[in-house]
């Protein structure tokens, strides 16, 4: 709080920017949170707590009518399509950072030989506390459930749960309707 009151902020400053960063989670606020990141007019909503580090210009990543969770973390190249539902705490950190055998530690950089980056395909829903590690693009209409590590690509209208996870389902594209697979097909995959 010392750093924040030497920048001269007012307590009703102070206040308000507690209040927007950490205590308000309703849609009036969630959008111009959206706006105020430079996602305005694309029907974005962003949560409290969620923090959104991408290169270049951030409206080139994210497509619209898009809900992004409380204490999201969305890092380097992603890409997020439309009508695309994360969860709260959910990480995608869209970077790798390669083992150095001359230092003998892993470098701050990236590895530049490898694709890094992440999308999230369009209509899918991260819920609760999903990771989708590097690389990594995630079909259309994908189902993730909640606590899931995604570690490779997945096929459209995949129902994926597990660490790491695995595709336990898909969605009838026609109907909607959910279909998880047997025992017997579980273990085939």
């Known amino acids: 709080m010392d750093d924040l009151k030497a920048m001269k902020f007012s307590d009703e400053e102070y206040a308000a920017y507690v209040r927007l960063s950490s205590m308000s989670d309703n849609y009036e606020d969630d959008k111009r949170r959206a706006e105020m990141l430079g996602l305005g007019g694309k029907d974005i909503l962003v949560a409290p707590g969620a923090i959104i580090r991408v290169p270049g210009d951030i409206r080139d990543h994210f497509g619209r009518d898009i809900f992004v969770g409380l204490y999201v973390y969305i890092n380097n190249n992603v890409t997020i399509e439309d009508h695309v539902l994360i969860g709260p705490h959910c990480s995608l950190a869209a970077g790798n950072h390669k083992f150095d055998p001359a230092t003998g530690y892993f470098s701050a950089r ?80």
């Open 110 to 189: 990236t590895d530049k030989d490898y694709d890094n980056s992440i999308v999230v395909g369009w209509g899918s829903w991260l819920a609760s506390n999903v990771t989708v590690t590097a690389g990594v693009k995630i079909g259309r209409a994908n189902l993730v459930c909640a606590g899931a590590v995604i570690t490779h690509s997945t096929p459209d209208y995949a129902i994926m749960a597990g660490v790491p996870a695995k595709q336990i389902g898909y969605i009838d594209p026609e109907t909607g309707d959910y279909h998880w697979f047997s025992k017997e097909e579980k273990q085939e995959k």
